[in-house]
């Protein structure tokens, strides 16, 4: 059993020792003690001496919470668009894994951090998320901006384009620049060259 030591209003971090308290089932002293953010706790003796025990316990919280917390924006649609880009290319459990992280698409080095991620796109703008500009290409600054789900959609896997005239975009883009319907669009290519369907 270690030799009594009376610690009775002595302060060891952010605890005052208030009064000895039983001691611990091993025979170890132990003491009950006040905080300095007003929480209570009952500590050995040895942990408060050897300074291993500084407080009740909320220095660690505060150390975790900082941690996590630390740029203010956990809930945010920005942070939230940064961790979901990050489970669907690198947690293989996330449901649209296969479709990113699945076929080779990664997060850069850079963007792992979210505040480096912030630093690089900003706030995210109402109505807009995240688009790589070359769908086959990674999650960084260069290949990455903000678009409307409008945008995106144009921007897919399956998504024919037509070039014409040196200029190449969807046939949904093309369709709204001309005027018309896709359907109609889809027709006249379908059956008539480019430089006929797209002055018809």
Same mark, same amino acid.
């Given at each position: 059993m270690e030799?009594? !030591?009376d610690l009775t209003g002595q302060r060891f971090g952010r605890l005052v020792v208030i009064e000895r308290a039983a001691n611990s089932n091993a025979g170890s002293a132990r003491w $009950? #003690? &006040? #905080?300095d953010?007003?929480?209570k706790a009952t500590v050995v003796g040895g942990g408060l001496r050897s300074g291993h025990t500084k407080s009740c316990g909320c220095i660690k919280n505060e150390k975790t919470a900082e941690r996590n917390f630390k740029h203010g924006m =956990?809930?945010?649609?920005? /942070? =939230?668009?940064w961790d979901s880009m990050k489970q669907r290319c690198i $947690?293989?459990?996330d449901t649209t894994y296969k479709n990113y992280g699945g076929r080779g698409i990664s997060v850069c080095d850079r963007w792992l951090k979210f505040e480096n991620f912030y630093a690089d796109m900003g706030e995210r703008p109402k109505g807009m998320s995240i688009e790589r500009i070359d769908n086959n290409g990674n999650y960084c600054p260069e290949n990455c901006c903000y678009a409307t789900q409008k945008e995106q959609m144009r921007n897919t896997r399956r998504t024919v384009t037509v070039? /014409? *005239?040196?200029?190449?975009?969807? &046939?949904a883009a093309w369709a709204e620049e001309l005027g !018309? $319907? *896709?359907?109609t669009l889809w027709y006249r290519l379908k059956h008539y060259p480019p430089q006929i369907a797209f002055n018809m």
């Open positions: 030799k009594f !030591i $009950n #003690c &006040m #905080c953010c007003g929480g =956990v809930g945010t649609s920005t /942070y =939230v668009i $947690n293989p459990n070039k /014409y *005239q040196g200029k190449e975009q969807c &046939m !018309i $319907n *896709q359907g």
